[in-house]
């Protein structure tokens, strides 16, 4: 993971420790943050040493009257198609991780489903009557407050509470532009078509103006435009799209709004810090916020020393 920002320091932090546990994970994070590669970073290894199952699901894909039969699988016969045995997500992440990508989309029956192989460890094929007991993790991700889901009726209270024991937050790209310059020299090693490129100091400057809203995606992306299109290897701000030159010309005023809001946030926190006494618990509840995602924002306005 590439790391300069005290927040993806504190999600490395996450990772190593929730790596050694079996407990399951919520990832939360804006589009293209890179969900999925936290995800596979929390995947152990098999007693052989090989890597563990890591089966990925797109949670929207998963309704209709097929739901039943990728989740937990069927046998041969079971409906009109069934030619052969087939095994579902669970049975093939068995001493793995299934992951669920944007688990707000599941529809509420689908949620029904899900709840009751994580709490019994166990599955039924399709057209069978045996039960198979499974030893999985799930890990899921969503751009979504799924708390205030619940509350519309929208996620079900109960699936939640089995899949949020371990909380991951991983922050925007504009709340860590002090990683862009890491970043863009990582991509560029990453591809042997981009190798011999640099942008210069003004366009990493420019870069760490704009504000991102497609997250790492997307910068990934104007890397790949950027040097396709290039003349030349050394990439200045006049080869920047329009957006990321426009964005780069609103520092002022951008930095003024994003800091005005920073202090807002510090200013906030360090009342109700002082008011619980530095008690993390007794502030987390007041505030209604994940403890770990707490602690990084106490850190990241110097208000709480940092855990040994």
């Known amino acids: 993971m590439v790391v300069e920002s005290r927040g993806i320091q504190e999600l490395r932090r996450l990772i190593e420790k929730f790596r050694e546990s079996s407990a399951n994970v919520v990832i939360f994070g804006e589009t293209g943050c890179g969900k999925e590669v936290v995800a596979r970073q929390l995947r152990g290894r098999s007693p052989d040493g090989s890597l563990a199952p890591f089966v990925s699901v ?21 409906f009109t198609g069934a030619e052969r045995l087939s095994k579902g997500v669970f049975e093939e992440a068995d001493r793995g991780i299934v992951y669920f990508d944007e688990i707000a989309n599941m529809p509420l029956d689908i949620q029904a489903k899900l709840l009751r192989v994580i709490q019994e460890k166990e599955i039924t094929r399709l057209g069978s009557t045996k039960t198979i007991r499974l030893d999985f993790r799930v890990i899921c991700a969503t751009n979504r407050e799924l708390e205030e889901m619940t509350g519309q009726g929208q996620f079900k209270e109960d699936l939640l509470q089995r899949l949020n024991v371990l909380p991951i937050r991983i922050p925007p790209l504009r709340e860590r532009s002090e990683d862009i310059p890491l970043l863009v020299s990582h991509f560029l090693r990453r591809s042997i ?3 011999g490129f640099e942008f210069t100091d003004e366009a990493i400057a420019a870069l760490q103006n704009y504000q991102w809203p497609g997250n790492v995606r997307e910068l990934i992306n104007v890397i790949t435009f950027t040097t396709t299109m290039a003349e030349r290897e050394l990439i200045d701000l006049a080869d920047l799209p329009p957006r990321i030159r426009e964005g ?61």
């Open 193 to 195: 078509d981009r190798l």
């Open 248 to 308: 780069g010309s609103k520092t002022r005023a951008q930095g003024t709004f994003y800091d005005q809001v920073a202090n807002f946030e510090k200013a906030i926190l360090a009342q109700a810090y002082s008011g619980c006494g530095g008690n993390i618990s007794k502030l987390a509840l007041s505030l209604g916020m994940d403890r770990s995602h707490l602690y990084t924002k106490l850190r990241e306005h110097e208000l709480h020393p940092a855990r040994k």
């Open 58 to 78: 797109d949670s929207a894909t998963i309704q209709g009257s097929t739901a039943e039969s990728v989740l937990f699988g069927h046998e041969k016969g079971a």
